[in-house]
């Protein structure tokens, strides 16, 4: 049996990493797929913690979070070609003014 | 009969590699979808072409799925390939290609100390939870739990909970996906094709006359004709099929 520790610790570092992504990156694209993967590691952390508890509450939690984020990819993906429309370009430091 | 004897211990040994393979399969899993997700992830955030980034984003989607198997919940992981390896990253990679996006460019960071900051802010998190994980693993109430049958993750058990007990957020939930719907498809609209910068005369056609055939090099003043009619005799396209009318 893999200690439930493992299984945080690999969240961690995925979340961290993710972190990482999200301040170093300047391409929207990317830095949206950055958050994706924070999600992913919360999601293996609750994953790891319903089924250790052997409780289906932290799975249905993941669920959720799975939908959150399909509504956030269309959203979000419907703001990036809007700003790309307007300024040609899909780095934030082009749109850090919020003004057209 | 002396190959014999070299030949058992041998046997011997593949059979202890084969039981400790067979005991710490599990263990061994772990190990490679570890090091797959964070590969991956660490190639995430280090490549420039976002398409690259989508691929990667895609194995660590792969190998979270895998882990997911491993902790007995085959709704989840199944769940975890269909809506994010499919569907989510479909439609990223569909963005990626419509917008045309190129390498990031190389020109230096407005912000030189983000990357220092990102690293530092990072290692500051993996300590803060490395020091949780260190004095939460002996609470140990897993060890008391892991008799029971490992059922929690069986599709039945989550449908039960999720149309009982958490009805309430699955309904908001549909609610939600209507609103992303609706804000997807406004922000997304084209509301018109002129930018808000252009001047538009109604029912002129403005061409610098160099696009004219014939004229000469260079001569940037300006044809003025007043239906599309006009346009293509100026042009000479008269008899010319139309872009439409050839598709």
């Known amino acids: 049996m893999i200690p439930l520790s493992w299984y945080l610790a690999l969240s961690a570092v995925l979340f961290t990493i993710g972190v990482a992504g999200v301040i170093i990156k300047r391409n929207v694209i990317s830095m949206f797929m950055c958050i994706e993967l924070m999600l992913n590691a919360v999601n293996l952390s609750l994953v790891a913690f319903s089924s250790y508890f052997r409780d289906a509450a932290g799975q249905l939690f993941v669920f959720i979070v799975m939908t959150v984020a399909a509504a956030e990819a269309a959203v979000g993906l419907g703001i990036i070609i809007a700003v790309f429309r307007n300024r040609e370009s899909l780095d934030v430091d082009d749109a850090s003014v919020l003004r057209n | ?247």
């Not at chain 2, 530092?120 to 002996?138: K, M, N, P, Q, R």
């Open chain 2, 1 to 247: 009969m002396s190959a014999a004897m070299t030949l058992n211990p041998m046997l011997g040994l593949l059979a202890a590699a084969v039981g400790a393979l067979v005991d710490y399969a599990d263990e061994m899993l772990f190990g490679v979808l570890f090091l797959l997700a964070v590969g991956a992830a660490v190639s995430l955030v280090t490549q420039r072409n976002p398409l690259y980034c989508a691929i990667s984003l895609v194995f660590v989607f792969l190998s979270l799925a895998g882990l997911y198997l491993l902790l007995a919940a085959p709704f989840i992981a199944a769940v975890q390939v269909i809506v994010y390896a499919g569907a989510i990253m479909v439609l990223v990679v569909f963005v990626i290609m419509l917008l045309n996006v190129e390498d990031e460019e190389r020109r230096p960071l407005r912000l030189r100390y983000l990357i220092p900051t990102a690293i530092t802010l990072a290692a500051v998190l993996f300590a803060e939870v490395a020091f949780i994980l260190y004095f939460v693993h002996d609470a140990g109430p897993e060890r008391a739990n892991a008799a029971a049958p490992a059922n929690t993750g069986l599709t039945a058990n989550i449908g039960a909970g999720l149309f009982t007990t958490y009805l309430l957020p699955f309904e908001i939930t549909s609610v939600l996906i209507l609103m992303a719907i609706v804000g997807a498809i406004t922000l997304a609209r084209r509301a018109s094709v002129l930018r808000p910068t252009d001047v538009v005369v109604p029912g002129a056609q403005v061409l610098p006359r160099h696009a004219l055939a014939g004229a000469e090099q260079g001569d940037a003043s300006a044809v003025i004709t007043h239906t599309t009619a006009e346009a293509e005799s100026a042009l000479g396209l008269t008899n010319a099929p139309h872009r439409r009318e050839r598709d």
